[in-house]
């Protein structure tokens, strides 16, 4: 058995499916008693109804606990299980794979100053993590972990609770040249739940254009606290006016939020993220998305660049540029110009004319133009109260 265990090698063994995302740093948990609940988290949200603690359960002769029910996180968090072990044998005993189920999931092992650490990527592999005084810290891959006789450590689990909703749960699998106890499965659950309700949780205000201005109204509850506050809101841009009002809903306070959103004074993506703030647990907040698509102050077809193409030698050619605004302006050119040219002066030209509430302007390279690349950038400059300015690349080739 022990010739067959050692045979699988440890970089074989660290195949860590990609089920859910890794975890996040590390926080310091408080000791676990063998057998029984472990204490609560500092700062652990307390759950309605239900206990603060962390549940125990399973064992084998090197683990007393092998099951930990690792409690409620709202949104955040990371759920830290901690298993004390000792090899029960007179001999030392070999662990040689060590295998998280998920990459969300995340262990370290340490053995008095001995520290061991699985990491799933970029590459799978156990490592041992080394800290000299006054040096950063560094890690050095191991292709085993040595459990001398009667040896006590603890097993350290993470899983990343944040943006989770409903139950979770990770293993991870201990191969080891223990004869009576050659495999463990350390299991460990925790769950995600809200700790705002948020109606809707996204508004679509749809099609606007850049001046126009639309309102929205959310509401947001918590079965959390019954006395609580928003304190504060993160806006994305100053084209954001929001208020809110508490209202009462029985024993528990609500929140009605009334917004406004627009103009957009820039050619900006509608819509963002709002984020506000309160005064509950570590500062908890809950966003409200807004989605819009902007039609811009002004439409220019076929956009900013355009391709003239083949161009014959001894012929002219034309393009025209559609420019469209949508809030009314009569649009005019006050003034084109041409930069980053290939030809000289005058080869190429611009002008413009007037189709009913369109402005086109054409652009025109001459039957003069030498055998060889057309390219530059032209300039336009307009009359409109926001958009003072388009360019338009264009190139083509004589021949």
Same mark, same amino acid.
């Given at each position: 058995?022990?010739? @067959?265990?050692?045979?699988?090698?440890?970089?074989?063994? !660290?195949?860590?499916?990609?089920?859910?995302?890794?975890?996040?740093?590390?926080?310091?948990?408080?000791?676990?008693?063998? /057998?029984?609940?472990?204490?609560?988290?500092?700062?652990?949200?307390?759950?309605?109804?239900?206990?603060?603690?962390?549940?125990?359960?399973?064992?084998?002769?090197?683990?007393?606990?092998?099951?930990?029910? !690792?409690?409620?996180?709202?949104?955040?968090?990371? %759920?830290?299980?901690?298993?004390?072990?000792?090899?029960?044998?007179?001999?030392?005993?070999?662990?040689?794979?060590?295998?998280?189920?998920?990459?969300? %999931?995340?262990?370290?092992? %340490?053995?008095?100053?001995?520290?061991?650490?699985? @990491?799933?990527?970029?590459?799978?592999?156990?490592?041992?993590?080394?800290?000299? %005084?006054?040096?950063?810290?560094?890690?050095?891959?191991?292709?085993?972990?040595?459990?001398?006789?009667?040896?006590?450590?603890?097993?350290?689990?993470?899983?990343?609770?944040?943006?989770?909703?409903?139950?979770?749960?990770?293993?991870?699998?201990?191969?080891?040249?223990?004869?009576?106890?050659?495999?463990?499965?350390?299991?460990?659950?925790?769950?995600? +739940?809200?700790?705002?309700?948020?109606?809707?949780?996204?508004?679509?205000?749809?099609?606007?254009?850049?001046?126009?201005?639309?309102?929205?109204?959310?509401?947001?509850?918590?079965?959390?606290?019954?006395?609580?506050?928003?304190?504060?809101?993160?806006?994305?841009?100053? +084209?954001?006016?929001?208020?809110?009002?508490?209202?009462?809903?029985?024993?528990? +306070?609500?929140?009605?939020?009334?917004?406004?959103?627009?103009?957009?004074?820039?050619?900006?993506?509608?819509? /963002?993220?709002?984020?506000?703030?309160?005064?509950?647990?570590?500062?908890?907040?809950?966003?409200?998305?807004?989605?819009?698509?902007?039609?811009?102050?002004?439409?220019?077809?076929?956009?900013?660049?355009?391709?003239?193409?083949? @161009?014959?030698?001894?012929?002219?050619?034309?393009?025209?540029?559609?420019?469209?605004?949508?809030?009314?302006?009569? !649009?005019?050119?006050?003034?084109?110009?041409?930069?980053?040219?290939?030809?000289?002066?005058?080869?190429?030209?611009?002008?413009?004319?007037?189709?009913?509430?369109?402005?086109?302007?054409?652009?025109?390279?001459?039957?003069?133009?030498?055998?060889?690349?057309?390219?530059?950038?032209?300039?336009?400059?307009?009359?409109?109260?926001?958009?003072?300015?388009?360019?338009?690349?264009?190139?083509?080739?004589?021949?």
């Amino acid at each position: 058995m022990n010739l @067959i265990l050692r045979s699988f090698g440890l970089a074989a063994a !660290l195949a860590v499916p990609a089920l859910c995302q890794e975890a996040a740093k590390p926080t310091k948990q408080p000791p676990v008693k063998a /057998g029984g609940d472990a204490p609560a988290r500092p700062g652990a949200p307390r759950i309605p109804g239900g206990k603060v603690g962390l549940k125990a359960s399973g064992g084998n002769t090197w683990f007393p606990v092998t099951v930990r029910e !690792l409690g409620t996180f709202y949104g955040s968090g990371e %759920a830290i299980g901690k298993f004390e072990f000792t090899n029960p044998q007179d001999t030392p005993v070999d662990w040689v794979s060590l295998t998280p189920s998920c990459q969300c %999931a995340r262990a370290e092992v %340490a053995i008095g100053d001995r520290v061991y650490r699985v @990491i799933s990527k970029p590459q799978k592999r156990v490592v041992r993590v080394v800290r000299d %005084a006054g040096k950063p810290e560094r890690v050095e891959n191991v292709s085993k972990i040595t459990v001398g006789p009667g040896e006590t450590g603890v097993v350290t689990t993470r899983l990343d609770m944040n943006r989770i909703a409903g139950g979770k749960h990770a293993t991870l699998d201990i191969h080891g040249t223990d004869p009576i106890e050659p495999h463990t499965k350390l299991t460990f659950r925790a769950t995600g +739940a809200q700790m705002f309700t948020v109606s809707p949780a996204e508004i679509n205000l749809n099609k606007m254009t850049w001046n126009e201005t639309r309102e929205f109204t959310v509401t947001v509850s918590s079965r959390m606290q019954k006395e609580w506050d928003i304190v504060s809101v993160d806006k994305p841009s100053d +084209a954001f006016d929001v208020t809110w009002e508490r209202v009462q809903n029985g024993e528990y +306070a609500s929140y009605r939020i009334s917004g406004k959103y627009g103009p957009v004074n820039s050619e900006v993506a509608g819509g /963002g993220m709002l984020k506000f703030r309160t005064n509950m647990q570590n500062a908890a907040t809950f966003d409200v998305r807004v989605l819009a698509f902007i039609q811009g102050p002004l439409d220019v077809k076929p956009g900013g660049f355009l391709t003239m193409g083949l @161009i014959r030698k001894g012929k002219s050619l034309t393009k025209s540029i559609t420019f469209t605004p949508n809030d009314g302006t009569d !649009l005019k050119v006050t003034e084109f110009a041409f930069e980053k040219m290939t030809l000289k002066p005058g080869i190429v030209t611009a002008s413009q004319r007037k189709e009913g509430g369109n402005l086109i302007v054409d652009l025109a390279v001459s039957d003069e133009a030498p055998k060889g690349l057309v390219k530059g950038e032209l300039v336009v400059k307009l009359n409109h109260p926001l958009i003072k300015e388009k360019r338009i690349m264009f190139n083509g080739f004589v021949r």
